[in-house]
């Protein structure tokens, strides 16, 4: 019972990264229909940002080798600025991947292309930059706190799996909130059910579209840096595979559903953790496995809405 | 100096984006052309250095042996595609794509994990039928040559147009008449079959082989080859998959940014030229 509850517990905290990671994909497929696929690459971005702003040094390879900022923030501040810093690389990506081609109307196909160009782009600038070698944030982050918290009947949780938990529950319920109370929030949702009529009633949808991705950048910044806590940055390439489960997750969902991807994440999560250790080679294979047999069953995600052909 | 090696990787880098190309030619974007390769080339390297018999007596691995390597992978990833496309292209756009990433990535995962294939290591010592890249340029000349005739004759039969149509609209496309589903999976399975060919020969030429080949960086590669070559007659794919798969190798004198600028590259690409390098004759 309590090796059970306690992988329940290490999959639920995981997964809220996952979904928090996901829902970027999902607010920018909602409202241009198409997939980031420089997201991975952002996520890896919060993740040095987060080693940086926690006063971290760079390493020999890199052009700023030996260099460090002149101030160490404390850790809620720095996975703030973290976000922000990669809400920014992410509007660079928008200004300059996506909307040239938007502009245009250009098919699908061809954003997929551009945005994984940026991606290239951003995941070799870090190792201009920074090297290649593997960063490990500093183990003193967490100040006086217990490594481990003992929850009672032999189950426990990392400190770093509470805040994963915590930090992901609290900024979902934010977004939420925003997205369905706010009259940007709003307006963002009038954006992704028909960007036409949006404009008609006068909704700057190309202001809904900046703000899509720089929320999403967020997000993802936010998860480089909260996975960061828990594992090592294992170098420049540190998003790819959480770039892939992060799709898994949106397709699982389904594609553009807010509360989707949220389920979607904790199911990868809690997926992976039961994949018992002996086979623990095949975790990836298992979560990828789960979806493809998803996608068979119910082609539009667990949430999403089936197509309709029209003639 | 002309360096052959890097030519028969760019005529490598061609046969892969005819195999994309061919079901995105009937508007399918699959991205299990390098699952397919991984499979094609695994099948090359665990007959060719399990199987004593294939070796022969010579110095040199007998090209009769490639021969039945390319006979046995063939069949076996036609069978695969075919088992795979029929649940698989039922599914429309993305997540087509998607779900052909996550049949590579099990593939990927499976391979590096089990020790039967390689593992993590991969398989060594693969025997090689030529003494030098010469050769390998040639076969891989012909193989070429022998997919891109197949996909010009395709252009112009009754089965490329349906699949042309199809990509235009498959809902009016069905309308008159055209069994979509068939010519879906056929795109599909001739994609397979033109990768698995490939990594058979590409394991050679390496040398060594693991399942690192198909990773979701080779998927989306190979799809830029198309897009940027063209994604709407034979000869973009080619031009596409020589000319990016060169690039990269050409950059190397400006050391580390070569990367950024092949970035740069796929990113301005679709902006500038939205209809690839070959464009369609307007008819």
């Known amino acids: 019972m309590e090796v059970w509850l306690q992988l329940l517990v290490n999959g639920i905290s995981i997964g809220a990264v996952y979904a928090l990671f996901a829902l970027g994909y999902t607010l920018v497929f909602s409202v241009l229909g198409v997939i980031n696929f420089a997201h991975g690459a952002v996520f890896t971005c919060g993740a040095y940002f987060t080693y940086i702003f926690l006063g971290g040094v760079v390493g020999s390879n890199g052009l700023l080798a030996a260099q460090k900022l002149p101030v160490t923030f404390p850790l809620a501040i720095a996975l703030v600025l973290a976000g922000l810093t990669a809400a920014m690389v992410g509007l660079l990506v928008e200004t300059v991947a996506f909307k040239p081609l938007r502009r245009r109307g250009a098919e699908p196909l061809l954003y997929l292309i551009t945005s994984l160009g940026a991606g290239v782009i951003i995941v070799n600038l870090i190792q201009l930059l920074m090297g290649a070698e593997a960063y490990a944030l500093p183990s003193n982050i967490l100040g006086s706190m217990p490594a481990v918290l003992a929850l009672g009947h032999g189950l426990q949780i990392r400190t770093v799996q509470l805040l994963l938990l915590l930090v992901g529950g609290v900024t979902m319920l934010i977004l939420n909130i925003w997205l369905n109370q706010s009259l940007s929030g709003k307006a963002l949702q009038a954006v992704a059910e028909d960007a036409t009529t949006a404009r008609l009633l006068g909704i700057n949808s190309g202001a809904m579209i900046q703000l899509a991705f720089a929320i999403a950048s967020f997000l993802a910044g936010l998860s480089g840096g909260l996975v960061a806590l828990s594992v090592n940055i294992g170098g420049p390439y540190f998003g790819i595979s959480y770039g892939l489960k992060g799709l898994g997750v949106l397709v699982l969902g389904g594609l553009g559903s807010v509360p989707g991807a949220m389920l979607g994440g904790l199911i990868i999560g809690i997926t992976e953790a039961f994949v018992p250790a002996k086979l623990s080679a095949y975790k990836d294979a298992v979560a990828f496995a789960f979806l493809f047999l998803v996608l068979i069953i119910r082609p539009q995600g667990l949430f999403g809405k089936p197509p309709i052909e029209k003639v | ?283």
Request: with cysteine; charged share 10%.
């Open chain 2, 1 to 283: 100096m002309f360096d052959i090696s890097l030519f028969v990787l760019m005529l490598l880098g061609a046969l892969l984006a005819l195999a994309v190309y061919l079901p995105l030619r009937a508007g399918q974007l699959s991205l299990a052309t390098p699952g397919f390769y991984t499979i094609g080339g695994t099948v090359a390297a665990l007959l060719s250095t399990t199987v004593p018999e294939l070796g022969g007596n010579e110095q040199t691995y007998p090209l009769t042996s490639v021969f039945l390597e390319l006979m046995l992978a063939i069949p076996l990833v036609a069978l695969l595609a075919f088992l795979i496309g029929k649940p698989v292209l039922k599914l429309k756009g993305i997540y087509l794509a998607i779900a052909t990433i996550a049949l590579v990535e099990i593939l990927r995962v499976v391979l590096l994990s089990s020790p039967w294939f390689g593992a993590a290591v991969g398989i060594f010592a693969i025997p090689q039928p030529f003494e030098g890249p010469e050769g390998y340029a040639a076969a891989f000349a012909v193989l070429l040559g022998i997919t891109a005739w197949g996909c010009q004759r395709l252009e112009t039969e009754p089965l490329g147009r349906e699949m042309a149509a199809i990509r235009n609209d498959e809902l009016a496309a069905r309308c008159m008449g055209v069994n979509s589903e068939r010519v879906k999976l056929i795109a599909f399975v001739l994609s397979a079959i033109i990768a698995a060919a490939a990594g058979v020969l590409a394991a050679h030429f390496f040398n060594s082989w693991s399942a690192r080949q198909a990773s979701f960086d080779a998927s989306i590669t190979t799809l830029a080859f198309v897009v940027l070559g063209g994604s709407r007659t034979w000869l973009g794919p080619v031009i596409g998959g020589l000319v990016l798969t060169a690039l990269p190798e050409l950059l190397r004198p400006i050391g580390d940014l070569r990367l950024i600028v092949f970035g740069l590259v796929i990113l301005l690409g679709p902006i500038f030229i939205p209809q690839g390098l070959i464009q369609q004759k307007r008819s």
